[in-house]
C-alpha cells in the first residue's frame, strides 16, 4: 500500500512539474502524440525528418 501511494504522489508530482516547464502550460495529450505518428507514417515524401512532439521545449523558451 505504501509503495502505491508513492508511487502516485511521485506522478503527480511529475505531470505538475512537466506543466510548469512546457511553454504550452499542459503536458501532450494521447490523441495530440497518435496524430504526429500518423503523420510521419503517412507523408510519403517526408523522408529522414525528426519531428519534435515537445510542446515548445525544443525551443529553448
Do not use: H, W
Amino acid at each position: 500500500m505504501i509503495g502505491r501511494s508513492l508511487s502516485s504522489t511521485c506522478a503527480l508530482y511529475g505531470r505538475t512539474a512537466a506543466k510548469t516547464l512546457q511553454p504550452l502550460g499542459r503536458v501532450a495529450n494521447v490523441s495530440e502524440i497518435v496524430d504526429a505518428v500518423l503523420y510521419l507514417i503517412s507523408a510519403e515524401f517526408t523522408i529522414g525528418q525528426v519531428l519534435a512532439v515537445d510542446g515548445g521545449m525544443s525551443t529553448g523558451k
